[in-house]
């Protein structure tokens, strides 16, 4: 039986235009109560700018066969054992017959400042993924077959971030990818590499300008870590897990 990718392409675009519309919504309504954050911190203290690509995503679970699958989207319930913590909180989770099947991460970045914002992406990303998998090893989900985890990101199309960075290391060379490359690209060079780790089942990296508020516009930087290969290999994963539970 084939996938079912929902019409992916279709259902990204309006949680593009739910991303940069909540974002305002959020900061408008901060105004309005007279507690505005400063910065672009009043767009991101609502929690919901992500939300569009949840729903993306559980409509990919529901239309590959787990339809009856339980969804975990509330805080309380988001939260998996560690091994170098006691517990990691995820964005979404899905579970069936005591079984993980999914876990996500769901992140954000908009400009003015992307340099510290990417380091600790990177090390939040590769930190958890190391966490998850060592504590799969140690059976703290018990006994079963690789659980689906991913990462997805979403960058501002800024001139900020599409720009060449300079890197100072004194000592050694960084690597050549690296070298010159824009915080877009460096967001690129992460996703594939967090997947050719096997960190990550797949992890994908959007990016969007400001004015997609109204289009929902959005790009990729490379077919690896393009929304298609995300969607794709969830599809994939939770078909087999429908097939092998059901």
């Not at 091994?83 to 996500?104: C, H, M, N, Q, S």
């Not at 993924?129 to 079963?144: N, P, S």
């Not at 997609?212 to 087999?240: D, N, Q």
Request: glycine share 8%; hydrophobic share 40%.
């Amino acid at each position: 039986m084939a996938l079912d990718l929902v019409d992916y392409e279709n259902k990204a675009r309006q949680a593009v235009m739910a991303f940069w519309g909540n974002r305002e919504a959020a900061r408008l309504r901060q105004i309005e109560t007279g507690r505005a954050d400063q910065g672009e911190r009043a767009g991101v203290t609502d929690g919901k700018n992500m939300d569009g690509f949840i729903d993306l995503i559980l409509d990919i679970v529901r239309a590959n066969g787990l339809a009856h699958a339980d969804i975990h989207l509330k805080k309380g319930v988001l939260t998996l054992p560690g091994y170098f913590r006691p517990t990691k909180l995820w964005d979404l989770l899905v579970t069936y017959k005591g079984e993980l099947i999914a876990a996500v991460e769901l992140k954000s970045q908009v400009g003015p400042s992307f340099g510290n914002n990417f380091n600790n992406r990177t090390e939040e990303a590769i930190g958890t993924a190391h966490d998850l998998w060592t504590a799969y090893r140690e059976e703290a989900f018990g006994k079963q077959p690789r659980p689906f985890v991913g990462w997805l990101m979403m960058v501002e199309d800024a001139e900020k971030s599409r720009s060449a960075v300079r890197d100072a290391s004194p000592h050694f060379p960084v690597f050549p990818e690296f070298q010159g490359a824009s915080y877009l690209k460096r967001y690129d060079i992460l996703c594939q590499k967090l997947v050719q780790e096997q960190l990550y089942t797949t992890a994908a990296l959007l990016t969007s300008p400001r004015t997609s508020a109204t289009s929902g516009e959005y790009s990729e930087m490379s077919a690896m870590t393009g929304l298609k290969a995300f969607v794709a290999a969830l599809a994939g994963h939770v078909a087999a897990a429908a097939a092998r539970l059901d």
